[in-house]
């Protein structure tokens, strides 16, 4: 999460964060407000995260643990734990296609190298021995689904939503815990879209284009706006795939049809995005409500 004078950055795992928050260092690194925009985080950390989130995925202990908690508390916090005095001012976040982003979280492979330990690890490993060493794409969907869920962890597996579905519900809405409780059963599109924060979503696939056009109508400097449109891919950590939506090389029909029923709503979602819904007043109004 970055904290900008005018609109909080809402950084999604492997939707492109890196990149937005490398183009938003350069335009904002100057700024008075930078000082207090990491004072805002630092209060953010203490007070909303720390607190009140289970520290799901990152149990190892030392650097490796102090690393993968801020990257999970501080750098990916959700919508609904920025500062108080920003929750009712604008926010921007990229939305990915979930087939997409599914196979970037395979290729990062965190879970072999960041040192995180599961909580659930042992009922893992009796599943899928090789953990964290996961070679199968096909594996990973379904281990993601059954032991990433954690924020569904009082939700029957076979109710609830997939990870990217949750994922959205989880950085995007207000009320992400009360509404992933319900499971799939309970949950639909437009709950979903009326649970929204006030959020400006850009679609990755015109990332370049559109990050641009968001800050010239910031008010950001017509040279940081052109730096944004020519701005070269950031991969974290040196890790990812160059190819874009290669699906063949990682989804059967099978498959397919088992991601699309458990990302529904995400899916959707996606569909309404590229359709050009880009705030939450779009979404809401291109489900009627």
């Known amino acids: 999460m970055i904290l900008c004078p005018r609109f ?9 964060g890196s990149f937005v928050e490398a183009v938003l260092r350069s335009a904002f690194r100057t700024t008075p407000r930078r000082l207090i925009g990491l004072v805002e985080r630092w209060d953010a950390l203490v007070t909303n995260r720390i607190l009140n989130r289970k520290p799901h995925c990152y149990l190892s202990t030392g650097w490796q643990r102090l690393m993968k908690g801020y990257a999970e508390i501080l750098v990916h916090g ?3 734990e ?3 005095n920003r929750l009712h001012r604008p926010m921007l976040a990229v939305l990915r296609d979930p087939l997409d982003r599914s196979i970037s979280e395979f290729e990062f492979r965190w879970w072999e190298w960041s040192g995180a330990r599961h909580p659930n690890e042992d009922s893992i490993r009796r599943r899928y021995p090789d ?11 379904l281990l993601r689904d059954e032991f990433h869920t954690l924020f569904q962890e ?17 950085f995007c809405c207000r009320n992400p815990r009360q509404l992933l409780a319900s499971g ?7 709950r979903v879209l009326a649970d929204l924060h006030d959020i400006h ?28 449109e020519r701005h070269e891919r950031v991969l974290p950590a040196n890790r990812g795939r160059m190819e874009h939506k290669d699906f063949d090389r990682y989804y059967d029909s099978e498959l397919l049809e088992h991601v699309r029923r458990k990302e529904a709503i995400a899916m959707q979602f996606w569909k309404m995005a590229t359709d050009g819904c880009r705030t939450a007043a779009d979404f809401q109004r291109c489900a009627g409500l």
């Open 8 to 16: 909080t950055f809402i950084h999604i795992p492997k939707n492109a």
């Open 78 to 80: 959700f919508a609904s």
């Open 82 to 84: 920025a500062p108080a």
């Open 131 to 141: 953990w964290p060493f996961i070679k199968s794409f096909r594996d990973h969907v």
């Open 154 to 170: 009082d939700v029957r597996p076979v109710d609830r939503v997939g990870i990217q579905t949750e994922t959205l519900i989880r």
């Open 184 to 190: 799939a059963s309970g949950l639909s599109l437009p």
């Open 201 to 228: 979503f850009l679609n990755m696939d015109f990332l370049n284009t559109e990050l641009a056009s968001y800050l010239r109508a910031e008010g950001v400097s017509p040279e940081v706006a052109a730096r944004a």
